[in-house]
């Protein structure tokens, strides 16, 4: 079960990686490094993944914390990386508009993370079935993306 939730984990993370990078016209050196950045923090995923596995039973809420902290960052990273983009003008221009709007998902997903990590503090189960939502909802970048922009 850990290897499939680290899994759909990292494929939600390239899915929603190749749903911003495909509105870039250019890159640049900076660039590289921020989304080396967003690399790096989706390839801990399966630490924190293994750790709430093992200590579910054990050290519940610490193990969901260090899960969790993963996802802030994750959430952070990927907020960068289109903040960046989009302030660096790499986006192209006929998609900037657009572009915004997908920024403003990965904004939102910094305080949603954040939330989830305070709940699971208080309720394990909570916080597991509020993870559950947001990779429901990042499974389907496009579709929160067009609501915001609608």
Known sequence: MAFFIGFVTILICWINHSHALKYLDKVDDKFTWVNGFLLFMVTLTPFPTAILAEFIQTEGKTALLIFGFNYIM????????????????????????????????????????????????????TAIVLYIIMFAVFALPNNFTTLLYI
């Open 74 to 125: 994750i959430a952070f990273a990927a907020y960068f990386i289109c903040r960046y983009a989009y302030n660096n003008f790499l986006v192209e221009e006929t998609n900037s508009e657009y572009f915004y709007f997908i920024e403003k998902t990965y904004f939102y997903s910094i305080f949603y993370t954040i939330v989830v990590f305070c709940i699971g503090l208080i309720s394990i189960l």
